[in-house]
Structure formats: C-alpha cells, structure tokens
C-alpha cells in the first residue's frame, strides 16, 4: 500500500513539475497580435505594415522573436537604448501595447533568404 502512495505521489509531482514548467512560456507569448496590427499603425511608415521594412536604412521587424522585439521597445522608452526617433515613438507605449506590436510583428513571415552586399 505503502508503495502505491509513494508512486502516486511521484506522479503527481512530476505532472506538477511539468505543468509549472510552461509558466515561463506563457509568460513571454503575452500579446495580442491582432490588436498589435492596429497599434503598429505609426510602425508602418519605416518598418512596413509586416515587418519588411521600405528601405534598407530601417530593420526589418516581421519574424524577429517577440521577447526580443518587447525587450528592444521597453529599452527605447526607458532611455536604456537611445534613439531619437524610436525613444519619441515608445515613451508613448504601454506594456500591453509593447506585448501587442511585439506579438505583430513576431507573427508575421521574416527573411527567407540572405542577399550578398
């Protein structure tokens, strides 16, 4: 009986283990993508409605991972990254709205192949 319990419990702390380990990737899917469309509205002007930028000067967003891209606007709007023209354009950000246009252009089909300068 004894090692019946002790079984049990063993399955019922490496089922606990496993359900806790997909806390940290929900954490960082946060955002909502359709939203994130609407919000990038003002993105669209340099790094295009998808992410493919309108010309080589301004990163091409589409398929960049969204921790990434989250990381990238929090830094503009706290002034951890600087420039004058991203740090205007984030330090009007919320976290959700971060997370959404993270989650936009993340959703979105990145480079599919490299070109030789």
Known sequence: MI???NKMNRI???LAVALLSFIPAIAFSAGNATAGKNKSAVCHACHGETGKSLQPIYPNLGGQHQDYLS????????GSR???IMSGFAANLSDEDIEDIS???ASQQGLTEIQDK
């Open 3 to 5: 090692w019946k319990l």
């Open 82 to 84: 600087q420039n004058v």
């Open 71 to 78: 990381m990238t606007l929090h830094s503009f709007r706290d």
């Open 103 to 105: 989650a936009w252009y």
């Open 12 to 14: 019922q702390s490496t």
